[in-house]
């Protein structure tokens, strides 16, 4: 349990878009309006992590090209979601989180979030979403992570914005984030690419 539990939490700690923007939404809005985006976040990863569970714990191998429409689609998302947060405008932006990145598009951003995979993949046997008794504990382990990880993104956040720079302006947060979701995008659209160069026609 520690072990996973260990894993879930150096994996969701690492900088990302869904991190980036709950960092964001901390400077942006304050902990106190930010936080619950960790629970959308929860929520988004465990109906992700679900699906690709339950898909590979039935289909298996048969159907590869399903992982890599989903990663291209991934890609595509992550490339508007950049697009956006650069042409935010200068003025400050309005009390809610975020005037192009709500909380609807935040919810769809962490669905597809790659790391739901890697979680599959890597950290939790696939044979937990075939056993009601293991995904129940795998859920309750997710949860008691990623809720405490996502709100110390936010009150990082938070913290950077009572530190008062003169840098951080709504202009330099939304071009910040946009930048390192495209460097995101990019190093996923690199993998995808690869593989599909190793593997050839057989997608």
Same mark, same amino acid.
């Given at each position: 349990m520690?072990? #996973?539990?260990?894993?879930?939490?150096?994996?969701?700690?690492?900088?990302?878009?869904?991190?980036?923007?709950?960092?964001?939404?901390?400077?942006?809005?304050?902990?106190?309006?930010?936080?619950?985006?960790?629970?959308l976040?929860?929520?988004?990863?465990?109906?992700?992590?679900?699906?690709?569970?339950?898909?590979?714990?039935?289909?298996?191998?048969?159907?590869?090209?399903?992982?890599? #429409?989903?990663?291209?689609?991934?890609?595509?998302?992550l490339?508007?979601?950049?697009?956006?947060?650069?042409?935010?405008?200068?003025?400050?932006?309005?009390?809610?989180?975020?005037?192009?990145?709500?909380?609807?598009?935040?919810?769809?951003?962490?669905?597809?979030?790659?790391?739901?995979?890697?979680?599959?993949?890597?950290?939790?046997?696939?044979?937990?979403?075939?056993?009601?008794?293991?995904?129940?504990?795998?859920?309750?382990?997710?949860?008691? #992570?990623?809720?405490?990880?996502?709100?110390?993104? #936010?009150l990082?956040?938070?913290?950077?914005?009572?530190?008062?720079?003169?840098?951080?302006?709504?202009?330099?947060?939304?071009?910040?984030?946009?930048?390192?979701?495209?460097?995101?995008?990019?190093?996923?659209?690199?993998?995808?690419?690869?593989?599909?160069?190793?593997?050839?026609?057989?997608?």
């Amino acid at each position: 349990m520690l072990n #996973v539990m260990s894993a879930l939490g150096l994996l969701l700690l690492m900088p990302g878009p869904t991190n980036t923007l709950l960092l964001r939404s901390g400077v942006l809005s304050g902990f106190r309006r930010a936080w619950t985006l960790s629970l959308l976040e929860c929520l988004a990863y465990l109906l992700q992590i679900s699906f690709w569970g339950y898909l590979l714990s039935h289909m298996g191998a048969s159907a590869p090209w399903c992982l890599k #429409v989903m990663q291209f689609v991934s890609i595509c998302y992550l490339a508007k979601t950049s697009y956006c947060l650069w042409r935010e405008p200068t003025a400050g932006l309005p009390a809610m989180p975020g005037a192009r990145v709500s909380r609807r598009q935040f919810f769809l951003l962490t669905l597809i979030n790659p790391k739901g995979l890697l979680v599959v993949s890597f950290i939790v046997p696939v044979q937990t979403f075939a056993d009601t008794a293991l995904y129940g504990q795998f859920v309750m382990q997710f949860t008691a #992570v990623v809720i405490p990880v996502g709100c110390a993104w #936010v009150l990082f956040g938070a913290r950077i914005k009572r530190s008062g720079h003169a840098w951080l302006t709504p202009q330099n947060i939304n071009r910040t984030a946009s930048v390192v979701i495209s460097c995101f995008a990019l190093a996923i659209l690199f993998k995808l690419a690869d593989a599909l160069i190793r593997t050839g026609p057989a997608l």
